[in-house]
């Protein structure tokens, strides 16, 4: 039975998610805190994470932030936010989708299933394919999910890593942000197209010398982008 760990302040909204997502077979956990909910989502215990944004101690980005840095885990961020800049954020600290209250339990149910699958599946076909990828001072392990930029070794988010990792087994080969969206994220994610020139800028950042004129990941402007 697959675990759901619940972060959510609000405990009618905390209550309603356990219920719907027990009756489809899900075994969850509840808790009310940052801090209590951080505790509980490093010990690897769960399968995915429920995470509100707006919490006591330790508010939801944060929690992303620690958690994508230390775990391999899908974390569906929940919050009564709208703007477009806070969906930006969380997408790009490494959560794997967005619910906006009020949702429909039967949605949020749904992108659970959607997202466990997903994870499954990448799994699956990790162990399939080339693990190792090194060109020009750039390691990949794909089997650790580590990444090295001249031996030193570079923190990324889930997000960032399989994007990059999905250029880097493709290389010479131009893919647009609408396919890059449709391949890591999924069309029924909650986010857009404008989250992978986030992520792409990120991954520059982190292994370019020259960001502004990079080596590994190139703009083709109109077309989208190029691992070389």
Request: glycine letters at 6%; a negative charge; charged letters at 30%.
């Amino acid at each position: 039975m697959k675990k759901i760990l619940i972060i959510e302040d609000e405990k009618s909204i905390a209550e309603l998610e356990q219920d719907y997502l027990e009756i489809n077979g899900f075994h969850t956990d509840i808790v009310l805190t940052g801090d209590i909910g951080l505790q509980k989502a490093l010990t690897g215990d769960y399968d995915l994470i429920l995470l509100d944004v707006m919490l006591p101690n330790i508010d939801g980005f944060e929690i992303c932030r620690k958690v994508r840095n230390s775990i391999e885990i899908p974390i569906i961020m929940v919050t009564a936010k709208k703007e477009e800049i806070d969906k930006i954020r969380g997408l790009g600290l490494g959560a794997d989708d967005y619910l906006v209250k009020p949702f429909s339990p039967n949605e949020m149910v749904a992108r659970v299933k959607a997202h466990l699958s997903r994870y499954e599946r990448l799994s699956v076909k990790q162990h399939s394919e080339v693990q190792e990828i090194y060109t020009r001072g750039l390691y990949i392990d794909r089997s650790s999910r580590r990444v090295f930029v001249n031996n030193h070794e570079v923190t990324f988010t889930t997000k960032e890593f399989d994007v990059l990792t999905f250029l880097a087994m493709n290389p010479d080969q131009v893919f647009s942000k609408d396919h890059l969206f449709e391949r890591i994220w999924g069309y029924d994610s909650a986010g857009d197209i404008s989250t992978v020139t986030v992520h792409i800028r990120k991954i520059r950042e982190k292994i370019e010398q020259d960001p502004s004129n990079p080596e590994y990941i190139e703009t083709i402007w109109g077309a989208g982008y190029r691992f070389r």
